[in-house]
T-cell receptor, first 111, second 112 residues
Framework: DAGVIQSPRHEVTEMGQEVTLRCKPI?????LFWYRQTMMRGLELLIY????????DSGMPEDRFSAKMPNASFSTLKIQPSEPRDSAVYFC?????????FGPGTRLTVT | KQEVTQIPAALSVPEGENLVLNCSFT??????LQWFRQDPGKGLTSLLL?????REQTSGRLNASLDKSSGRSTLYIAASQPGDSATYLC???????????FGEGTQLTVNP
């Protein structure tokens, strides 16, 4: 299995632009998680899905952030408009049981 | 709200030394505890998962223990190697299969 796949691996954009991060979970996994990692706040959960349905989005910072999971093999995290404070590494993870498997992350820089 | 703390924040040891990383959590009603490794600029790699009914879990040179009543877990690394250098994080879920709460991590450096 290829593991969790994320794209792009790096993204540099200007403030105000729309950013879309993509994730392909491990086949057969029914949970998908989006995390953000910064030096200041460490790893924090943004949102997670079960069977493509959002279960808990309480970690989403504000309305500028949105996430979708149109099918079992694809999810997106969108930021519109982006701000410099959104600069972080965004991780996608998936699971079928208690153990979560993480993707390599997308390093986002907003200038 | 669950809080997870890891001590020490950083650790530097000579190659070959046995070492212990500590993780504590405030709410002992956990389903499991997971240890991860993160290399610089990379994602997280799951090392060990201990179910709440277990006391220990072993994988190669790694041994993780769990004491729910005291809210503690330890990760023991035997005969450390330079390749073990990384940040080690522990995490607990709020409910089985749901959001993980992470500790701040212990940055380990094993010197040749």
């Amino acid at each position: 299995d290829a593991g969790v796949i994320q794209s792009p691996r790096h993204e540099v954009t200007e403030m105000g632009q729309e950013v879309t991060l993509r994730c392909k979970p491990i086949s057969g996994h029914d949970y998908l998680f989006w995390y953000r990692q910064t030096m200041m706040r460490g790893l924090e959960l943004l949102i997670y899905f079960n069977n493509n349905v959002p279960i808990d989005d309480s970690g989403m910072p504000e309305d500028r952030f949105s996430a979708k999971m149109p099918n079992a093999s694809f999810s997106t995290l969108k930021i519109q408009p982006s701000e410099p404070r959104d600069s972080a590494v965004y991780f996608c993870a998936s699971s079928r049981g208690p153990e979560q498997y993480f993707g390599p992350g997308t390093r986002l820089t907003v200038t | 709200k669950q809080e997870v703390t890891q001590i020490p924040a950083a650790l530097s040891v000579p190659e070959g030394e046995n070492l212990v990383l500590n993780c504590s959590f405030t709410d002992s009603a956990i389903y499991n505890l997971q240890w991860f490794r993160q290399d610089p600029g990379k994602g997280l790699t799951s090392l060990l998962l201990i179910q709440s009914s277990q006391r220990e879990q072993t994988s190669g040179r790694l041994n993780a223990s769990l004491d729910k009543s005291s809210g503690r877990s330890t990760l023991y690394i035997a005969a450390s190697q330079p390749g073990d250098s990384a940040t080690y994080l522990c995490a607990v879920p709020e409910t089985s299969g749901s959001r993980l709460t992470f500790g701040e991590g212990t940055q380990l450096t094993v010197n040749p």
